[in-house]
């Protein structure tokens, strides 16, 4: 007791009432900064998402990066900020924010061009979501497309997942890139068959089918003459949607028109030719 009583607390007061004032004004300084700062980081990353969504073209997951990227690098910028209302020397923190960025960057190379690649696909868009594709030398529809990989689903419905260096960095094949497409079709008749007869027939159901532009106009010609067969070549303008039930139909169409008119589509075969020496 005596010991307390010997104990001048208003010296002790007068000495550390400014020390304590002056951190409890900087923690609250720092806590002003950084609330304020993190609701600013979330109106900001809140506008940036709805802003790129409103984009056309631009898809929504790129929105949705670009809006996580901006709240990261403020929430940055607001805890460094917040540091130094509190005292704490900055530019040390920053050097080794900097040296476990690099860190990291170098451990997830992979994933970080993937993202780069997939930021890519999104801004130019080679391709969406239901486009039919051959990318990396593999071919189906589009089902989804995130800031890692490009997922196909194939003709007999497997799923293919490509990464998106991969995709980025190949030949792409978008057989939907444009609304209208070029039906190509061969039929092969028979050397000893009427060509003019085979070729009217054919222009006959070409015109028929109000799936076939006419402009450009159809083009019905002789092309080939092969070892077994005089190639009639056709090539068709239609909608990219109707392409293959275009092919598809024609394909039927001509073969039962053939048989009903007489015309032969010929198997391959060779006529071998035996010299007898004298």
């Known amino acids: 007791m005596e010991q307390l009583e010997n104990i001048d607390f208003a010296a002790l007061a007068a000495e550390y009432w400014p020390v304590l004032l002056s951190g409890a004004l900087k923690v609250f300084g720092a806590l002003v900064v950084l609330v304020i700062g993190l609701r600013i ?52 923190f920053v050097a080794v924010l900097g040296a476990l960025t690099l860190a990291i960057g170098l451990s997830l190379q992979g994933a970080l061009g993937n993202i780069a690649s997939g930021v890519m696909i999104m801004l130019f868009r080679p391709y969406k979501n239901g486009d039919f594709v051959e990318i990396a030398d593999q071919v189906g529809t589009v089902k989804e497309i995130n800031l890692f990989q490009t997922i196909l689903a194939t003709l007999d419905n497997v799923k293919i997942i490509i990464p998106n260096t991969e995709a980025i960095d190949g030949v792409i094949k978008n057989y939907s890139g444009y609304d209208t497409r070029r039906c190509d ?25 109000e799936r076939v532009f006419r402009d450009p106009e159809p083009f019905v010609k002789v092309t080939n003459l092969g070892d077994s067969s005089v ?6 303008w239609c909608n990219a949607t109707d392409l293959w039930n275009l092919k598809f139909d024609l394909t039927k169409k001509v073969k039962e028109e053939f048989d009903a008119q007489g015309i032969s589509i010929p198997y391959p075969h060779r006529t071998l030719v035996q010299k007898v020496a004298s």
């Open 41 to 92: 980081a979330g109106w900001l990353s809140s506008m940036v998402r709805k802003q790129t969504s409103k984009r056309a073209g631009v898809d929504e997951t790129l929105g949705a990066f670009f809006g996580s990227l901006v709240r990261w690098f403020v929430t940055a910028a607001v805890i460094i900020a917040s540091l130094q209302v509190f005292g704490v020397q900055a530019t040390s």
């Open 185 to 209: 079709i061969v039929f092969g008749i028979d050397y000893d068959d009427d060509m003019d007869k085979a070729l009217g027939i054919i222009q006959t159901l070409v015109d028929a089918d």
């Open 231 to 236: 190639d009639i070549t056709c090539r068709l």
